[in-house]
Every structure is written in C-alpha cells, then in structure tokens.
C-alpha cells in the first residue's frame, strides 16, 4: 500500500458522448493537491461553474447508472467507469472539469480512462494517505440480493451475478486490488445490456448514447450480438466489480476490508456504503506509521472534516 496520497503529473484532455443523453461532453483531469480529493467542476456554457465532491453524500441517483447532485438541476451522471479507475490505478486527488452533465461511455469500460491516466502518470504527494479500515462485518440484504463489507488485509472485491438470461447465468470474479491487476483484469470489461430494453429505455431517455461500441448487447435470442464477443468469459460479472468500485470508491478514502455483493448494483453498492458509516464502531480511519528500526503499522487517526459520514 501507497503511504503517500497522489494526484496526476500533468492534465489530461479525453472526449466523448454520454451514454444515456447522447449529448457529446468533454472531460479535463487537472492536478490537485492533496486532501482535494475527487472533484467535479462544471465548466459548461451558460451555467453558472459548479463543484461536486465525489462522495456518497452528493449521489442523487442510482438508476442506471451513479448520479452525483441533483438529477433535475446540478448535477454529473454516470461517474462510476472513472471513480474505478482512480481507485483501481491509486489516484487520490484530482479535479474533473467537465462541460456536460454525463461522463463519456468511451467503449463502455475504463480502459480509455486507465490509458489516460497512465499516459501522464502519478505524482506523489507529501500527505499521508487515509484509509478506511473495517473493523467487523456490515450487511445489507435487498430481496434476493445482498451486500457486505467484512474485516481483511488488503482491499478485496468478491462480486456474483445471477441472471436468468443465459449469455449471462450465475458468475463471479474476485480479487484483491493492485494497479496491475485492475489494468488487466478489470478495467477492459463492459457495460451490457438487453435489446429487448432498449425501445422502454429510449422512451425513457435513457441509453441514447448505446451502441455495439459501447456496450455488450444481449440479442432477443439470448446471444451476445457483438461481432467481436466477450472480452473475458466472465465479463459480465467482472464489469460489475468496475461499477462496485467506482461506486465505494464515493467512500472518499480507499478501504482496507473486503466487499461482497450477490446480485449488487448501484443502488445497493451506495446503500451498503452508506449502512457501514451510519455504525461507527465498524470502521476507524488509519494511515501508516513508519519508525526506524520498526516494521510499519496502521495507526488510528482523525477522520478528514468533508468526511461523508461527517455530512
């Protein structure tokens, strides 16, 4: 684990189009300083400029997708491609100008925002990292599905599915997290979807951006119509670990423990993050200690005053 907090060496510039409103959108990541955290910064025409924290006190929506602020006023929509990949590649703070109200789909995954990003590279800054680091087990049960964060040494994902559809069926993916594990056997997996959705969804105004490249299509027949198919055999499930971690990645801090879901999603994912900080005693907020001549160790420290459980 990094001791440090880290932002970007320099800015990046990426483009694209909304997969829900279809509107084209540009993104800026701009370098912060630390204790900045992940910030959204509104830099469109004929709105006045605005802020987002990236927390789960700000999440406004679940549908479909994760929704920072407001949903009919201020707010960014479809955040959780990019919140996984700062997680996954380490990066603490950064500031994200944006000119629209949606993230760019990009190819439905994170991959393009990891390319990015490892294409400027990572600063490390003087400040100590905080990490989140589970005490004991926190669960949340939703009809059939459920979610839990549980005590360990690292940061851990276990995610299973269970679709009836049979391009899809039961699946699963675990891992513990590293940059290098989160390049090659996360960020590359897609979002997906049913044809037989997409006129209720256009009706919607949802998923007017989706197409064949962007998003892995379920045909009416229960095939992936894709022409190129599936990226891992297990892509389904390994593209619900992305959107598990874009969405705990709102925590605001990297925790140490392990989460599992069982037919999980965005509205669960913010629901289980939001139970484990409604109980105090399941958590405590640490940083590592180093002293000469001794191993290092995870001291408890004083939580960050924008904490979201402070909110």
């Known amino acids: 684990m990094n001791d440090y907090q880290t932002t970007l060496k320099s800015d990046v510039l990426l483009s694209g189009f909304g997969v829900h409103s279809g509107k084209p959108v540009c993104v800026h990541f ?102 989140i680091r589970i005490l004991k087990p926190v669960r949340i049960d939703s009809g059939a599905s459920w979610a839990e964060f549980r005590p360990y040494v690292g940061t851990r994902f276990e995610v299973e599915i269970d679709f009836e559809n049979p391009a899809i069926g039961r699946q699963s993916f675990a891992a513990d997290i590293t940059a290098d594990t989160f390049r090659k056997e996360i960020a590359r997996a897609r979002t997906f979807g049913f044809m037989k959705d997409v006129e209720r969804l256009w009706a919607a105004g949802f998923a007017l951006g989706s197409s064949l490249e962007n998003s892995v299509v379920i045909g009416e027949d229960g095939q992936v119509i894709n022409m190129e198919g599936l990226r891992y055999a297990n892509e389904f499930a390994r593209h619900k670990t992305l959107d598990a971690m874009g969405d705990l990645a709102l925590a605001g801090s990297r925790f140490i423990g392990c989460f599992r879901s069982y037919r999980g999603g965005h509205k669960l994912n913010a629901a289980a993050l939001r139970r484990l900080f409604s109980d105090r005693s399941a958590f405590q907020v640490v940083e590592t200690r180093r002293e000469r001549g001794r191993s290092s160790e995870m001291i408890a420290v004083n939580a960050p005053a924008n904490a979201p459980w402070a909110l």
Do not use: C, W
Not at 48 to 62: H, I, K, N, Y
Not at 64 to 74: I, R
Not at 112 to 127: K, P, Q
């Open 30 to 131: 701009l370098p912060a300083a630390a204790d900045t955290g992940v910030v959204f910064h509104y830099a469109g025409p004929g709105k006045p400029q605005q802020d987002l924290r990236a927390l789960v006190s700000e999440v406004g929506s679940t549908d479909l997708s994760t929704v920072l602020g407001d949903p009919a006023g201020h707010h960014v929509a479809t955040v959780e491609h990019v919140m996984g990949a700062l997680l996954g590649l380490g990066v603490d703070n950064v500031v994200i100008e944006i000119d629209g109200n949606e993230m760019p789909i990009l190819d439905g995954s994170a991959a393009l925002f990891v390319e990015a990003i490892d294409r400027v590279g990572l600063e490390t800054l003087t400040a100590k990292r905080r990490y």
